[in-house]
């Protein structure tokens, strides 16, 4: 395969390089771009992107949300291939052979994401703009999150980053997961702010108030609870609990094993030690 050397790479090349970014380079002149990996944590999803497509054969860079690394390696290079055999993008254009049995569709990424999630390609383009886009996969029936009869348990993994997606939970998650200096400053948990805890849909979207809280005794999880007895669970990040009621910083010495009790917000917690029964219940 001929390598390709652009002008920016032959610029880059006279600067001063860490080891990551000379393998970078290295992978763009042999392959047209490099890969860039993002591992998964709690509450935030893995993803990877490209780096050089642009320079090297004049198409958005892509980005994948969610998916195994050696499956998102894949992806990107299938897609970086096809541009390299002609393939030219269009918003919308649903591609095969990107996944088993089902299409891919892809679109357009908003800039607002790059600073967030892009760092090896802003520091390769630098104040050039570049385009990207998203692979957005379906799940298995071959369904989008924006159609009917979507399975939800798989909306969690695929924040939708494209102009115009619908900013749901999941993408604010996403999007202040990696907000710069995360971990918050001044969190007093000792459990880390992406720790998953369990809540109920009711709270999640601020229907009800938290009035019951328990720190399990056999893992540490922390769960949070209102009046309601009914309601889908839902798993999220310990800091977006805290976000929307600051008064649960109450409750940073609730031991394991213990509960917490109140009847509304700006009540004092009343506090004691939960019976195995109390656990298995929750």
């Known amino acids: 395969m001929t390598k390709r050397v652009t002008r920016r790479l032959e610029y880059l090349r006279q600067t001063k390089l860490e080891e990551d970014e000379v393998r970078l380079l290295n992978n763009i002149e042999e392959f047209d771009c490099g890969v860039v990996h993002i591992k998964e944590e709690p509450c935030v999803p893995s993803w990877a992107f490209t780096v050089g497509v642009y320079d090297t054969l ?17 992806v990107l290079n299938k897609i970086r291939s096809r541009f ?3 393939t030219r993008f269009i918003e919308g254009q649903r591609e095969q052979g990107l996944l088993e049995h089902v299409e ?26 570049f385009p990207v886009i998203q692979c957005v996969y379906p799940d298995l029936k071959g369904l989008f999150p924006w159609e009917d009869g979507f399975d939800e348990s798989w909306r969690s993994r695929q924040p939708l980053l494209f102009n115009g997606a619908p900013e749901t939970t999941v993408e604010k998650q996403f999007w202040e997961a990696n907000e710069p200096g995360s971990p918050y400053d001044g969190w007093i948990f000792s459990d880390p702010p992406h720790t998953r805890v369990f809540t109920t849909q009711r709270i999640n ?36 609990i805290v976000d929307r009621d600051p008064t649960i910083k109450e409750l940073v010495d609730l031991p394991r094993g213990w509960y917490a009790r109140r009847s509304k917000v ?3 917690w009343k506090r004691e030690l939960a019976p195995p029964e109390v656990e298995e219940e929750r």
């Open 58 to 74: 004049g198409q958005p860079e892509i980005i994948v949300v969610g998916l195994k690394e050696d499956v998102a390696h894949f």
């Open 266 to 268: 700006g009540d004092p």
């Open 104 to 129: 891919c569709e892809l679109r357009e990424v908003n800039a607002r994401w790059l600073q967030r999630l892009m760092g090896f390609a802003l520091w390769f383009y630098g104040p050039e703009p």
């Open 84 to 86: 390299r055999d002609g």
């Open 205 to 240: 979207e601020q229907q009800e108030p938290i009035t019951y809280v328990t720190h399990d005794t056999v893992d540490g999880a922390w769960q949070f609870h209102g009046e309601s007895e009914s309601g889908s669970p839902v798993v999220i990040c310990f800091h977006h």
